[in-house]
């Protein structure tokens, strides 16, 4: 664990931070790259900080990833960043992209084909963002890993 000095000389316990990130062309080829990146990015928080990661959090993750991978490639004309961060047993997933459309959730309609990324990613984080940036769009998922509010667990 990294650990800083506070104004009084004293030790303060920083929580380490995780961070795995995927650079992603819009041909498509890195969809199944960035859900094999989730599963070993997790099983590496599992053995090196202790989370304990059920598998079917570990699946949540790998569809999460995949829907927003899916939807930039889809919507997005260039490249696009996914990146996987874990502080405190809360996974933020975060992918950007060089569309500045804002996505919107389509109102559920079981007839619909297609279009239904955002609602699956609603229905399966804690919570989800999207913001603008200088250039493009920044999309945040966070998912709980550990304790009441994990998949599998409660």
């Known amino acids: 664990m990294d650990q800083s000095a506070d104004e009084s000389g004293g030790e303060l316990s920083v929580p380490s931070l995780m961070e795995a990130s995927l650079a992603l062309n819009s041909d498509g080829s890195r969809i199944a790259q960035a859900r094999h990146l989730a599963a070993a990015f997790l099983d590496k928080v ?54 500045p459309a804002l996505p919107a959730a389509e109102a559920p309609d ?21 913001e603008t940036t200088p250039v493009g769009k920044r999309v945040i998922v966070h998912v709980v890993l550990a304790g009441a509010g994990a998949a599998g667990v409660g």
Do not use: C, F, M
């Open 46 to 99: 599992r053995h090196t900080q202790g989370v304990p990661v059920v598998t079917a959090t570990v699946e949540i993750v790998q569809l999460i990833v995949s829907e927003l991978v899916t939807n930039a490639r889809k919507y997005a004309p260039g490249p696009a960043l996914l990146r996987l961060r874990v502080a405190d047993s809360v996974l933020q997933v975060e992918l950007w992209d060089s569309n």
């Open 110 to 130: 079981p007839e619909r084909i297609g279009r239904h990324g955002l609602e699956i990613v609603t229905a399966l984080a804690q919570s989800l963002t999207v």
